[in-house]
Nanobody
Framework: QVRLVESGGGLVQAGGSLRLSCAAS????????MGWFRQRPGKEREFVAA????????TYADSVKGRFTISRDDAKNTLYLQMNSLKPEDTAVYYC?????????????????WGQGTQVTVSS
């Protein structure tokens, strides 16, 4: 089993930046696809970004492309999400997730492990 713990959320003004981290413990997440999802107030959970096992393959939701960057450090068992040029509509609880696969997926039901989430609030 893999346990995921997110950190780095907080309150930031529009145009600002935050970096989220997701620390994995238990079984290593090496070789697994990892992703970030978010749930905005009153909305369904949605895909944000995913990264393949090698770190060279990534995919992003159109709404964050060019502003957010996903990365991983397997030596530290940590996943990151660098968020720049934040907008009020980025306000959400952000979750990291891991999948027992090397394939890149956007669908939440393809992911096997989930963190508890971290709140990001962007003020206008």
């Amino acid at each position: 089993q893999v346990r995921l713990v997110e950190s780095g959320g907080g309150l930031v003004q529009a145009g600002g930046s935050l970096r989220l981290s997701c620390a994995a413990s238990g079984r290593t997440f090496s070789g697994k696809t990892m992703g970030w999802f978010r749930q905005r107030p009153g909305k369904e959970r949605e895909f944000v970004a995913a990264i393949g096992w090698s770190g060279s393959s990534t995919t992003y939701a159109d709404s964050v492309k060019g502003r957010f960057t996903i990365s991983r450090d397997d030596a530290k068992n940590t996943l990151y999400l660098q968020m720049n040029s934040l907008k009020p509509e980025d306000t959400a609880v952000y979750y990291c997730a891991g999948a027992n696969t090397a394939l890149l997926f956007r669908a939440a039901d393809r992911y096997d492990y989930w963190g508890q989430g971290t709140q990001v609030t962007v003020s206008s």
